[in-house]
């Protein structure tokens, strides 16, 4: 069985900073696509971040150069570290995993975690 167990989430003011945490378990880790995604209240979901299975990243364009993706095939765990955070930045966040490279296609993710919140206060 499949699970993605997300951590990390929480209260940080503006400018702070959160590392998440993705633990996949039940399959090779290290074969698979990790991405995150988000929703905020009312929103849809959206596109955050995405790693291959040989390190290739894509990042949504308005949060490049603030939050990082990385994977520990060791520990079969995926990290997304987020920095200088906003208020629009609140949402749930969601960890995925997926054989094919469509980062920006939430239908491409066949596993889904059940998301940690990041709120961010004024």
């Known amino acids: 069985q499949v699970q993605l167990v997300e951590s990390g989430g929480g209260l940080v003011q503006t400018g702070g900073s959160l590392r998440l945490s993705c633990a996949v378990s039940?399959?090779?880790?290290?074969?698979?696509?990790v991405g995150w995604f988000r929703q905020a209240p009312g929103k849809e979901r959206e596109f955050v971040a995405a790693?291959?299975?040989?390190?290739?990243?894509y990042y949504a364009d308005s949060l490049k150069g603030r939050f990082t993706i990385s994977r520990d095939n060791a520990k079969n765990t995926a990290y997304l570290q987020m920095n200088s955070l906003k208020p629009e930045d609140t949402a749930v966040y969601y960890c995925?995993?997926?054989?094919?490279?469509?980062?920006?296609?939430?239908?491409?993710?066949?596993?889904w975690g059940q998301g940690t919140q990041v709120t961010v206060s004024s």
């Open positions: 995925a995993s997926a054989y094919t490279w469509e980062p920006l296609s939430p239908a491409a993710y066949d596993y």
């Open positions: 039940g399959r090779p880790f290290r074969r698979y696509a």
């Open positions: 790693l291959s299975w040989n390190a290739i990243t």
